[in-house]
């Protein structure tokens, strides 16, 4: 507890190719909201982490590791610890990164241990029509019931395809607010 208010752990899966592109830079507003409430942050940017394709071997499924040797342990291992999941993404052609796709496939293993675990999705769009979220914010939703996650809910940035766009809109606000309010 500080200041009267529940400190979480929060993991925060960065996945721009971008590393200081829009979806980060609204993260960034998020971050800085939570940490000023007392929450510990761990940020993996999963774009430069070498993570392979799911096999579809179900050898993990037993065992709760992914068998495959490279960085999934890293994230595997930050979200045992984690009360909350942050996912971020630029969206490209009405979904998340690839990069974030690569990591979602590979939760298959050990999903069993993200259930109760808050979650958000933070995602940034050039586009400012309600269509282009609509495909990436069904997935996230199916995801979180999926894993069993306390949907917190998601900030989907229309029109902010640049991080200056994205510091000029209400969306920075509203993420700052977010992370400020969590408890």
């Not at 590791?65 to 971020?88: F, G, N, Q, R, T």
């Not at 590979?106 to 309600?130: E, I, N, P, Q, V």
């Not at 640049?162 to 309010?181: C, I, M, Q, R």
Request: charged share 20%; net charge neutral; glycine share 8%.
């Amino acid at each position: 507890m500080i200041n009267g208010r529940y400190h979480m752990k929060i993991v925060i899966l960065k996945s721009s190719p971008h590393k200081d592109g829009a979806s980060n830079t609204l993260a960034g507003f998020f971050t800085k909201g939570a940490e000023e409430a007392g929450h510990s942050i761990c940020q993996l940017d999963v774009a430069r982490m070498n993570i392979a394709p799911c096999l579809a071997c179900d050898r993990g499924k037993n065992s709760g590791h992914c068998i495959v040797p490279d960085d999934i342990v890293k994230i595997e291992e930050a979200l045992a610890d984690a009360d909350m999941v942050v996912y971020v993404t630029p969206v490209y052609f009405y979904e998340m990164s690839a990069q974030l796709k690569l990591v979602i496939d590979r939760l298959h293993c050990f999903y069993k241990k993200l259930s109760g675990k808050k979650s958000l999705l933070l995602a940034t769009a050039w586009r400012t029509d309600d269509e282009v979220m609509s495909y990436l914010q069904a997935l996230y939703v199916g995801l979180a019931k999926y894993l069993g996650l306390q949907d917190v809910g998601a900030i989907m940035a229309k029109g902010c395809g640049t991080p200056a766009l994205v510091k000029e809109s209400p969306y920075a606000h509203d993420a700052y607010a977010l992370g400020h309010s969590l408890a």
